[in-house]
């Protein structure tokens, strides 16, 4: 068995606790169930957000417009907007509209942060004649 697959199983055995500032996380960075198959599955919570950030940023290009390509960086913007939301959240501690261990909240502004940000970065000013 190689280091990388010990490392997993011994970090998935053991509950421990990291306190910065007002933030605790618990368990292993990536939140995962085992299966039979020695292999990690995620977590539901990361599932569902995962799921809900990839429906605000394809709602936002519904909604804005543009090609494939446009669609791929609104996905990454607010995949990256969502786990940050996220994480500030849980800094800040805010327990408002939360389902599970998912701040919906703060997760979904900082993805509609991200998605606007993205959206005027990449918009072409338009040309004066």
């Not at 960075?29 to 809900?52: E, G």
């Not at 543009?66 to 960086?73: I, K, Q």
């Not at 969502?82 to 261990?101: M, N, P």
């Given at each position: 068995?190689?280091?990388?697959?010990?490392?997993?199983?011994?970090?998935?055995?053991?509950?421990?606790?990291?306190?910065?500032?007002?933030?605790?996380?618990?368990?292993?960075?990536?939140p995962?169930?085992?299966?039979?198959?020695?292999?990690?599955?995620?977590?539901?919570?990361?599932?569902?957000?995962?799921?809900?950030?990839?429906?605000?940023?394809?709602?936002?290009?519904?909604?804005?417009?543009?090609?494939?390509?446009?669609?791929?960086?609104?996905?990454?913007?607010?995949?990256?907007?969502?786990?940050?939301?996220?994480?500030?959240?849980?800094?800040?501690?805010?327990?408002f509209?939360?389902?599970?261990?998912?701040?919906?909240?703060?997760?979904?502004?900082?993805?509609?942060?991200?998605?606007?940000?993205?959206?005027?970065?990449?918009?072409?000013?338009?040309?004066?004649?």
């Amino acid at each position: 068995m190689s280091g990388g697959r010990r490392l997993i199983r011994f970090l998935s055995r053991c509950r421990f606790s990291v306190r910065i500032v007002a933030f605790q996380f618990t368990g292993s960075f990536w939140p995962a169930l085992p299966r039979s198959d020695n292999q990690l599955m995620p977590a539901p919570s990361v599932a569902f957000a995962f799921i809900l950030a990839t429906m605000l940023g394809a709602l936002f290009h519904l909604v804005v417009g543009g090609d494939v390509r446009v669609l791929a960086l609104y996905l990454l913007a607010a995949w990256f907007g969502f786990s940050l939301g996220q994480l500030v959240g849980g800094v800040l501690a805010i327990e408002f509209a939360r389902i599970g261990v998912l701040r919906v909240l703060p997760a979904g502004i900082g993805a509609l942060a991200m998605l606007l940000g993205v959206h005027t970065l990449i918009v072409r000013p338009m040309r004066r004649r």
